[in-house]
């Protein structure tokens, strides 16, 4: 069966480095979306990303972040100038459609700032 | 804001129960899912269910949607051990948003 599939699964990276978080949706989907969950807490909407551009946004999703789809198949998360409270587990998710249809969650990469 | 909130925050059943959790928001909505998520694991999506329809059936899952009330119920029959997890509710506003809005999940336990 089709799955999300996201790497590292942990990433440890010091206050200040950047870091690319690598995901490979489902091949026939055309939507992409980053999410987080903060040890403890909800899962937050980071953004969605289709038609190699992104279509919505949170206040979470500020500056130091970016998306990308390099090529045909990775969407990358980029933060650029980590902080101690990006520290959380970050999902990649993809659809085929938007609102109307299931999205499908990679296992996600735990992020662990120091 | 649109937010999903479970309830009970915690459940714990003995294995062959049936577990009822509960979910309520705040807007009007498009859809509400249902996810699975095993301690430090990815979401697993379980069903979606539309606003024009009231219940839906998957296997062991039976899903409500009271569009009138803002809330959504998902039973788990028959429970099992393996079904020990995270449940969480979210939500989307619209066809034209694929934004998912996360209730704070009801963590279930199913002891053997």
């Known amino acids: 069966e089709p799955e999300v599939t996201q790497t590292p699964s942990h990433q440890v990276t010091q206050m200040g480095q950047e870091v690319i978080l690598r995901c490979v949706p489902i091949s026939n989907h055309l939507y992409f979306y980053w999410y987080r969950q903060i040890l403890g807490q909800k899962v937050e909407f980071l953004v969605s990303f289709y038609n190699n551009e992104i279509s919505e946004k949170s206040e979470i999703f500020d500056d130091q972040f970016s998306v990308e789809r390099p090529d045909g198949s990775n969407f990358t998360l980029k933060i650029r100038s980590t902080k101690l409270e990006d520290s959380a587990m970050y999902f990649c998710?993809?659809?085929?459609?938007?609102?109307?249809?299931?999205?499908?969650f990679g296992q996600g990469t735990r992020l662990t700032v120091v | 804001s649109q937010q999903g909130e479970e309830d009970p925050q915690a459940l714990s059943i003995q294995e062959g129960e049936n577990a009822t959790m509960n979910c309520s928001y705040k807007t009007s909505i498009n859809n509400l899912q249902w996810y699975r998520q095993n301690s430090g694991r990815g979401l697993v999506h379980l069903i979606l269910?539309?606003?024009?329809?009231r219940e839906k059936h998957s296997g062991r899952l039976r899903v409500t949607l009271d569009t009138s009330k803002k809330s959504s119920s998902l039973l788990i029959t028959a429970s099992r051990a393996a079904d020990t997890a995270s449940y969480f509710c979210?939500?989307?506003?619209?066809?034209?948003?694929?934004?998912?809005?996360f209730g704070q999940g009801t963590t279930l336990q199913v002891k053997p």
């Open positions: 269910i539309r606003s024009n329809e």
């Open positions: 979210a939500t989307a506003r619209s066809s034209n948003t694929g934004k998912l809005i």
């Open positions: 998710a993809s659809s085929k459609g938007q609102g109307s249809t299931e999205a499908f």
